[in-house]
């Protein structure tokens, strides 16, 4: 089994295996689940203190923002190009 990995922006990584959905954070459905995950500890905030463009919700119920769009990240989803381990 291979593990595909997804830089999204300055250099941060996420295993593409444990994304489950890469939304916009526009949404009061989506500002409440990054409210309550960072209440639960359970936020991971890649941005750099840029503004949120997208919002990564993985099977672990943790919540990454990133400073990318969700289609950049989604095209880098589906490439092949990315960083990954044969191993």
Known sequence: MSIKLINIGFGNIVS????????????????????EARDKGILID????????????????????????PETVAQRLSNKEDISDEG
């Open 46 to 69: 890649a941005t750099y203190g840029r503004r949120t463009r997208a919002v990564i919700i993985t099977d672990s119920d943790h919540v990454i923002l990133s400073a990318i769009q």
């Open 16 to 35: 593409a295996n444990r994304i489950i959905s890469i939304v916009s954070p526009e949404s009061a459905p989506i500002k409440r689940i990054i409210q």
